[in-house]
């Protein structure tokens, strides 16, 4: 199987379509990858492919090899900047055109989420992220069942979902990262999300509030143009851990799409209260100015929203550490 070389993997979910999950997947990558972590995106979300976009790589193909696809390269590791590797894959690089439309019945969507976890050769990786879409449909179901049957069963969970995973050393389906927006009506969606990771006992390792202001570009305000507080409300409802509040930046969306570096007025601070709340004057003393300045991965350092990430890359990498220490005590108890 592709995926016996990966120690961890976490989907990225959310019950309602265009709150971000995938630039939360991509951001979520790109800080792991600055702690020293080897990680992979794998993008499902087979009508709306996006990743490729986020990571600047539309134009990129996969190359077929004994066994599978190998997937595209973002960016290689490097020991001496303590930075991990990070490589994708998509249907976006299987389609002939960006523009064409994927009109698949289930069955075929089915087949081919389970091709993707079957054949693409990742490697060696300690975080596979998932960026999944919107809803509750066949492919989560079908993702889901796929990762049960080389997952089992955690002898001691968390969250709402009750934990799954497999013994130590194997592929372990950590949990899920449930992404949703302020307002009522995408929490009301998104909490079916929660019920299914519940249902389908899929361990929730937090919940991320997205759009939850906007940092203006002229100014340091954050302004809360969708309200605030929905995510965290929810959170509590569910009993999951709230991982933090994520606002709008214009810069990163510069970065996104036109590989510019963010540059921010003095004093900008952002994710006030969430983990991770570190000055961005913290992230340019880091950069290192001789090396590697064209990767996505070095000018996302200098992006606002770097910091926060960042916390919430340690929450979850703490959350698996501790949860798969208890795993490796029940084996030996």
């Not at 954050?222 to 509040?245: D, H, I, P, Q």
Request: charged fraction near 20%.
């Amino acid at each position: 199987m592709s995926l016996d070389q990966v120690k961890h993997i976490i989907l990225i979910l959310s019950g309602k379509g265009g709150v971000g999950k995938s630039s939360i997947t991509t951001q979520l990558a790109l800080s792991l990858t600055l702690q020293n972590h080897s990680v992979g995106i794998l993008d499902v979300d087979l009508t709306g492919p996006s990743i490729p976009r986020f990571l600047g790589v539309e134009s990129a193909t996969v190359t077929q090899a004994p066994g599978g696809w190998v997937p595209v390269p973002i960016h290689a590791a490097n020991p001496t900047q303590q930075l991990g590797r990070l490589s994708c894959m998509s249907l976006a690089f299987l389609l002939r055109d960006r523009g064409d439309a994927v009109v698949w019945r289930g069955p075929k969507k089915t087949a081919m989420v389970r091709q993707f976890l079957r054949d693409v050769l990742w490697g060696e990786l300690d975080y596979l992220l998932v960026d999944t879409p919107p809803g509750t449909s066949d492919e989560h179901i079908s993702l889901v069942e796929a990762l049960l049957k080389q997952t089992q069963p955690r002898p001691v969970g968390g969250g709402v979902g009750g934990g799954v995973g497999s013994g130590p050393g194997g592929p372990q389906l950590a949990g899920a990262v449930v992404v949703t927006t302020p307002q009522a009506v995408a929490t009301a969606d998104v909490k079916k999300e929660l019920n299914f990771c519940r249902k389908t006992r899929v361990d929730v390792l937090g919940v991320v509030e997205n759009m939850a202001g906007f940092v203006c570009p002229h100014c340091s305000e954050c302004t809360n143009v969708f309200s605030s507080g929905g995510g965290k409300s929810m959170a509590e409802e569910f009993g999951v851990r709230f991982l933090g509040s994520v606002p709008l930046d214009p810069q990163f969306v510069s970065l996104v799409e036109e590989g510019r570096v963010p540059t921010y007025p003095d004093g900008t601070r952002v994710g006030e209260g969430g983990a991770g709340d570190e000055g961005l004057g913290d992230v340019r003393e880091k950069e290192n100015e001789q090396e590697g300045q064209e990767s996505l991965v070095h000018k996302y350092r200098k992006c606002a929203l770097c910091p926060l990430f960042l916390g919430f890359a340690r929450t979850i990498t703490d959350i698996v550490a501790e949860s798969r220490g208890v795993e490796e005590g029940a084996a030996h108890g």
